[in-house]
């Protein structure tokens, strides 16, 4: 059973910064890509970042692009987003995902996690 659990997330103020976590388990971590999306009330949920299976490649949304740090750790079977220079537009639920293969398609999600950010 495959299992992404969020952690990391909490109320901070504009120009604060956090570092979110996914915990992965119950598949072949290496073999996919990782991504973080978020959903902030009334709106769709968005693509944030994305890192490749090896962690050698790396792509971000326009809206995070140099505040915000994606990661990963193979040998533990997690990863990282570290979000710096938060703005209340930063405020939604983030959510971790796996990607298996080159398809756009996440095959796996995780719960969420709350980032507030408080202007």
């Known amino acids: 059973q495959v299992q992404l659990v969020e952690s990391g997330g909490e109320l901070v103020q504009a120009g604060g910064s956090l570092r979110l976590s996914c915990a992965a388990s119950?598949?072949?971590?290496?073999?996919?890509?990782m991504a973080w999306f978020r959903q902030a009330p009334g709106k769709e949920r968005e693509f944030a970042a994305r890192?490749?299976?090896?962690?050698?490649?790396?792509e971000y949304a326009d809206s995070v692009k140099g505040r915000f740090t994606i990661s990963r750790d193979n040998a533990k079977n997690m990863v990282y987003l570290q979000m710096n220079s938060l703005k209340a537009e930063d405020t939604a639920v983030y959510y971790c995902?796996?990607?298996?293969?080159?398809?756009?398609?996440?095959?796996?999600w995780g719960q969420g996690t709350q980032v507030t950010v408080s202007s």
């Open positions: 995902a796996a990607r298996y293969g080159l398809l756009n398609v996440y095959n796996y």
């Open positions: 119950g598949l072949t971590f290496s073999m996919y890509a």
């Open positions: 890192i490749s299976s090896s962690g050698s490649n790396t």
